[in-house]
């Protein structure tokens, strides 16, 4: 805050300050109106707020308190609850939609200050989908393409030579980047804070052993997909460092893609509209989810599942590829002569086949009953039945899902698909090397037995499948009943990592048994995502025409479909026409150029009917005009971001939008997620710094899981988008509407000035003396009052963000201020603040 001064004007040589300035005609009415109209409503005596607010709406030309009562003419024009028409602290939980049984939440992260926040990823393989991964990474970050096979990197290197890698989304949009390089050195390892594995299940350990000497701690490790075991495969390769190491295992490959020119263009298909994910250590989801959010983007919705074990026993891959496999070609159902033509796989299901399946899929559901009796509070809820995982995949496309086998045979995705075969003569038979064997068997179905190994649970149908299985790949891993033939070490077998335990496993799967039920993430329940991959048309409004709205502008057009509204003048035309036939250049912090044209400029707000997300970036101000143009049109399920939300903003939302404010998401962010300002306005612009993480609550707070996934996605890596239980705590946290007006009145007051100009603009920050922070503590503690208040009337509703000024200081700016022992310390010593000074205006 060094040298930071009061905003003055000057007169002759002379100050005088600028009680016009946006520290009273922004903070008074949308922060500390808040504060005194929630306080009345709960009989919380505030005499500082009153002091401060009488003076300030004399400075400001407003009428907002009379006879300490917030009745003023100007009420309306405030974030008071009394503006919207609130008279009881029922009526105020109401509109704000509180739940009081919500529970708590993992301690937030510190919102920081904006600064650089370089990102490397590694992306493992040289398929479609690592292709597209790289692609799609390069364009906001730093990313090393890596593949191990052969020459495959040097074969890419060479195909791509100077030119970008050309990348067609879903939506129809084109992204142009370029890996930073491409290799196969597993050296590289060393600079990622995120590796993807998006290589063939078989090859995934090859990886791990290689990065093994070169991983960094903390390091983010996804497999897409993980199958069974993945954590266990990583732990074994990784040694001690892989407790240092966060591990990632998706269910399922996030795209349908193809390369339509290797190594230089590639399409996606389509998205899956969610995947589950677990994570080891289940503490490190939020990072991580905020990483690959990031990354990916809105799309796929990344479900939070609890744990890799459950993960791995949903595996449905290592039930029905060789259970099928099996039902049709062993000795009792085939006489292992050629045929005629291809068996249908799905569709071809019979009674004998259904039997089999169940078998297998009962056999895994007593591992999971076992395995949730040992160790009490582990959440295995995604360790689900064939049949029900059927359901929740397919549900909506099957025509007849009551039973496994009407799912099987009656699902349209599922027609015309046959058994693997190969072709002699025109004749068939059964390719019995194929990957559902020779992937299924040792990555899923081996971990499955061997888990239930572990745990004593009787397996025949498995020991018969897997016997049966072995014998036509060529393997032995079933020694009477028992996993211990030779070729264990190839499969994902807990026993194949040297685990002889229950304990050994929940060790190598970073689960601590005495603690699992209380370590549980809090996440709110979510339906299993669907397997089938859509074309995804998302669209979000971005609202104003400053350097935020420009920037998310650019942003957001790189990769979805995105319409800037402004309803300020001719702000939209000029900026259109600023544009013209142009891209948009935006400079990240990383050093990359995103370069992208919004689809449209306007300032009919007809447009949010399209509109799957509005993020307003304009002065708070302004937020209710947005909100009544928009009201019209606004569909269900929209999510209404503010940025910042200031005080009261979903209560704002509500008055505005009516009863059409409970089919919506409103979405309130303490601040701006960058500092960031336009080198050639409507035409370019810079990303100066991104703060690492911002608090930000969700109204309803069940939507949270959504908001965030579209927020994130939206934003990219940075910043972490940390949970805060409720708007309101959001509301008394705000720190603008303390400072602002207290800093100005302890300055301003009669009591500290006679209204003369002055020959220098006093500083803001570092002029706070004892009768400043005196004013600021008072405030402070008045707010403090109304939360005590609020927790006393509504037991269990969690306020924890709503701190006090001094702890606001300590959780921002900790570690920067050389004092931060008071108040006034944290504000005269943070070298943010440096020469700030008060607002003023020159006089003569």
Known sequence: YRGLTHPCREVNGMFMPDLKYRYLTEDVPTGLCFNKGLGELLGVPMPMTDKVLLWAQECIGLKIMENGKMCGADIGKTRAPQALGITSFAEFCEAACIDTSVGSVPKPMQCDEE?????????????????????????????????????????????????????????????????????????????????????????????????????????????MPSRSGGDLLMASKLGAKASKVCYVGFEAVPWAARCTEWGKRATILGVKGATLAAVSPADSSR??????????????????????????????????????????????????????????????????????????????????????????????????????????SYAGQMADPSSLKSCLTTNPAFRGLTYPCTEQNCMYMPDLKHHFLTEDVPAGMCFNKGLGELLGVPMPMTDKVLD???????????????????????????????????????????????????????????????????????????????????????????????IAVSLFADEAARWKAALGDDDFELTLDTGKVVRSKPDDTTNDPSVAARADAIVLAVPSFAHGQYFEAFAPYMKPGCLVVCMPARSGGDILFSAKLGAKAKDMIFMGFETLPWACRFTEWGKKATILGTKGSILAAVTPPSKFPQAFAIMQGSLGVFPHVTE???????????????????????????????????????????????????????????????KNKIEELLPGIDLRDACTLHQWYLDCYGGQMTDDSTLKACMNTNPGYRGLTHPCREVN
């Open 115 to 223: 600064g650089k926040n370089p990102f490397t990823v590694v992306v493992c393989g040289g398929g479609s989908t690592a292709q597209v991964a790289t692609a799609m990474f390069s364009a906001a970050y730093d990313v090393i393409a890596v593949s191990l096979f052969e020459d495959e990197a040097a074969r890419w290197k060479s195909a791509l030579g100077d030119g970008n890698f050309e990348l067609t989304l879903q939506n129809g949009k084109v992204i142009t980047s370029c890996p930073d390089e491409i290799t196969s050195n597993p050296r590289v390892a060393a600079k990622a804070d995120c590796i993807i594995m998006a290589t063939p299940v078989a090859q995934q350990g090859e990886y791990f052993a290689a990065f093994a000497p070169y991983i960094k701690q903390d390091t983010i490790v996804v497999c």
């Open 287 to 392: 990072k991580a989810f905020s990483a690959l959010h990031g990354l990916m983007g809105v799309f796929p919705n990344i479900t939070y599942s609890p744990n890799n074990i459950g993960l791995s026993l949903r595996n449905a891959g290592a039930v029905i590829n060789p259970g099928m496999m099996y039902a049709k070609f062993c000795s009792e159902k085939w006489n292992g002569k050629q045929m005629v033509s291809k068996p249908l796989f799905y569709q071809g299901v019979d009674d004998f086949t259904c039997k089999i399946l169940a078998e297998l899929s009962n056999e895994v559901q007593a591992v999971k009953k076992k395995l949730g009796e040992s160790v009490p509070g582990m959440d295995l809820q995604h360790a689900c039945s064939l049949h029900q995982w059927y359901q929740e």
């Open 468 to 562: 049966w299985a072995q014998k036509c790949i060529g393997m032995k891993f079933l020694v009477k009943g028992k996993l211990s033939g030779p070729d264990v070490a190839k499969t994902r077998a807990p026993q194949a990592f040297g685990i002889k335990s229950v304990h050994a496993l929940l060790s190598a799967s970073k689960i601590n048994k005495s603690t699992v039920a209380a370590e549980a993430i809090s996440y709110p329940p979510a339906r299993p995502p669907l397997v089938a991959e859509e074309k995804h048309n998302f669209t979000v409004l971005v609202c104003g025409g400053g350097n935020a709205a420009q920037v998310a502008t650019g942003l957001f057009g790189l990769r979805y479909n995105t």
């Open 724 to 786: 805060s239980p409720n708007n309101l705590g959001i509301s008394l946290r705000n720190p603008g509407a303390q400072i602002h007006p207290g800093v100005m009145y302890g300055r301003w007051c009669p009591e500290k000035w006679s209204g003369q100009p002055l020959k220098t603009k006093p500083l803001f920050y570092q002029g706070v003396e004892d009768f400043s922070e005196s004013v600021l503590l008072g405030l402070t503690n008045e707010v403090q009052a109304i």
